[in-house]
């Protein structure tokens, strides 16, 4: 049996070690029953999504789940601006904090806005979309790293990545055998695959996290059109110690089979969300609610004079009693401090 020693890059005969020529490369993992039920359950919700029209008709939905996407995805990384000041870099406000991760979102926006512009089979696209997303933060902008790399959680190193000189062949056979896969293997299992070999393979000097993670947005939306405005991201960083055993799991293990796992069921859990965004367009939800809904974007709080003024209304009562607690006793929203509902610091946030 041949077995590639994927740090030396040599192939083995298995019982007698003697070297081989290395053949077509195949990334080591086995599609399970589970694997089977998990994709198949995705697609179900996926197409929900897609007939219900959630987000071709709500622009706002998108371009907010589109912030919270970067958001995440560098705060994965380190990148210490919040939410808001995201949101603020996006839309050309000044932020103060750090110049190279105001950058970092500037490009990541970039990126990000150019889904289903390019091939996410091409590796030559992947090296062009590195060179946007490291735009002015990084030395070795768009080309492959030149020195040896590791992976690191925080400040402890998870592994060794494979020594330069192996790179290139390595992204060509990862992308080889997306080509020829492409029509055999679902597009969630697919992208799945590519994002733990990509991580293990580490291909950058920098970037790395945020360019998996983009490219496999990139080969769902391929898939369905509805990925590009789900922010799949958000989920990883909610579980990103699970996201990182998963990936040590498989390096232990010398397949993909847990990472796979682990993705398929975050890409659920974020359907999941993105079905409760498309439910609140719920026809038996009052004018005032769909009017309050309207004017909030997702994981911001608002105080109540500003959702008044938002509203264009006067009369606290009448907010109080038409728009807020209807709104709060369906749990559109939630109170920021809501073990103290008066507190003169409440405000009120859109889930």
């Not at 060179?131 to 402890?156: A, D, I």
């Not at 989920?235 to 010398?254: K, L, M, P, T, V």
């Not at 009448?318 to 073990?339: D, H, Q």
Request: with cysteine; hydrophobic share 40%.
């Amino acid at each position: 049996m041949q077995v590639l020693d994927r740090v030396t890059g040599i192939a083995y005969n298995k019982q007698e070690r003697e070297v081989l020529p290395v053949e077509r490369y195949e990334p080591p993992f086995t599609i399970t029953n589970r694997m089977l039920l998990m994709v198949a359950g995705i697609a179900e919700k996926a197409g929900r999504i897609s007939g219900c029209n959630a987000f071709e008709s709500r622009p706002h939905l998108r371009r907010n789940n589109r912030i919270r996407s970067i958001h995440s995805s560098l705060a994965i990384e380190a990148n210490s601006l919040s939410l808001d000041e995201v949101r603020s870099v996006i839309g050309g406000k000044t932020v103060i904090g750090p110049q190279k991760e105001i950058q970092e979102v500037k490009n990541a926006y970039q990126a990000y806005e150019m889904l289903g512009s390019f091939d996410p089979f091409s590796l030559e696209d992947l090296k062009k979309l590195h060179g946007v997303m490291t735009f002015l933060t990084v030395q070795e902008s768009g080309v492959f790293r030149s020195h040896n790399e590791g992976v690191f959680r925080g400040e402890c190193c998870i592994f060794m990545a494979p020594p330069p000189h192996l790179v290139p062949g390595q992204m060509r056979d990862l992308f080889d055998w997306m080509q020829r896969s492409r029509s055999e293997v679902h597009p969630l299992i697919l992208s799945s695959v590519f994002h733990y070999e990509f991580v293990f393979i580490h291909p950058f000097a920098d970037g790395n996290g945020r360019m998996a993670r983009l490219w496999q947005t990139a080969l769902l939306s391929q898939w369905n059109p509805v990925f590009q405005y789900l922010p799949l991201e958000s989920r990883i960083q909610e579980f990103q110690d699970a996201y990182y055993e998963a990936i040590a799991s498989c390096h232990s293990a010398g397949n993909a089979d847990a990472f796979i796992v682990f993705m398929l069921d975050k890409i659920s859990l974020t359907l999941d969300r993105a079905l409760e965004q498309a439910s609140s367009k719920d026809p038996y939800l009052t004018a005032e609610v769909q009017r309050l809904l309207a004017v909030m974007e997702y994981d911001v709080p608002y105080t109540a004079a500003q959702l008044m003024a938002k509203l264009s209304l006067k009369s606290r009562d009448n907010f109080r009693k038409l728009y807020l607690l209807p709104t709060l006793e369906r749990g559109l929203i939630a109170m920021s401090v809501p073990e103290k509902p008066t507190s003169r610091k409440q405000a009120y946030i859109r889930r």
